[in-house]
């Protein structure tokens, strides 16, 4: 069995502040992790994905994340906050092309 | 190319009628998934294509539950008897399979509500 678990359901971060979404993942094989973000009234868009090569992987819009087996996370990072970072954020676990979903992270951004 | 496309975007509905929902993957894409996502949860895998064969299903699709994707292109997903339990935001997606676990492009979703 595969799953992800996404810490916090809500952050807020001021403008120009780091951004911490936190994820630890479930999975009996090496596994494909990736990290979406959904706008409002938008379609779920990728952020970045990890498949068992570098274990920083950096994405779209200055997001990075790390994969650490040891302690089974894969959280997402921003150096600084953006207005325009508002949104849902999903990580996300793959097995045999069926992707899980976590519940989501709402992040605010705060002026 | 615009991307996924899917309609209608919105359907509303009474209790006991059938809805159909259509997605239009990225032309090159073999590759077609559905997902459900109700209110404050995560997308959930319902079932996926490769060409026109459907290869897997969720046990979350119920008989009343159909997607067909006759010509390898399109995809269609019906909904028979609708229930209020139905009620959700019904994406797709579609990716190119490469040999690896393959990005998956989402449409903007199809939103059913069951009155």
């Known amino acids: 069995a595969q799953s992800v678990t996404q810490l916090d359901s809500h952050v807020s971060v001021s403008e120009g502040t780091p951004v911490l979404l936190r994820c630890n993942y479930s999975s009996s094989y090496s596994p494909s992790l990736f990290w979406y973000v959904q706008h409002p009234n938008k379609g779920l868009q990728l952020l970045l994905k990890?498949?068992?090569?570098?274990?920083l992987v950096k994405g779209i819009n200055g997001f990075e994340a790390e994969f650490k087996k040891s302690e089974t996370s894969f959280h997402l990072t921003k150096p600084s906050a953006h207005m325009s970072d508002a949104a849902e954020y999903f990580c996300?676990?793959?097995?045999?092309?069926?992707?899980?979903f976590g519940t989501g992270t709402r992040l605010t951004i705060i002026p | 190319d615009t991307g996924v496309s899917q309609n209608p975007r919105h359907k509303i509905t009474k209790r006991g009628q059938n809805v159909t929902f259509r997605c239009d993957p990225i032309?090159?894409?073999?590759?077609l998934y559905w997902y459900r996502q109700t209110l404050g949860q995560g997308p959930e895998f319902l079932t996926y294509?490769?060409?026109?064969?459907?290869?897997?299903k969720s046990r979350l699709l119920s008989d009343r539950f159909s997607a067909e994707r006759p010509k390898g292109s399109f995809s269609t997903l019906e909904i028979q008897r609708t229930e209020q339990g139905d009620s959700a935001m019904y994406l797709c997606?579609?990716?190119?399979?490469?040999?690896?676990?393959?990005?998956?492009?989402f449409g903007p979703g199809t939103r059913l509500t069951v009155l």
């Open positions: 996300v676990v793959s097995l045999n092309e069926k992707l899980t």
């Open positions: 294509f490769q060409n026109e064969a459907q290869l897997e």
């Open positions: 997606a579609s990716s190119l399979a490469a040999g690896g676990p393959s990005e998956q492009f």
């Open positions: 990890y498949t068992s090569a570098a274990t």
């Open positions: 032309s090159e894409h073999n590759r």
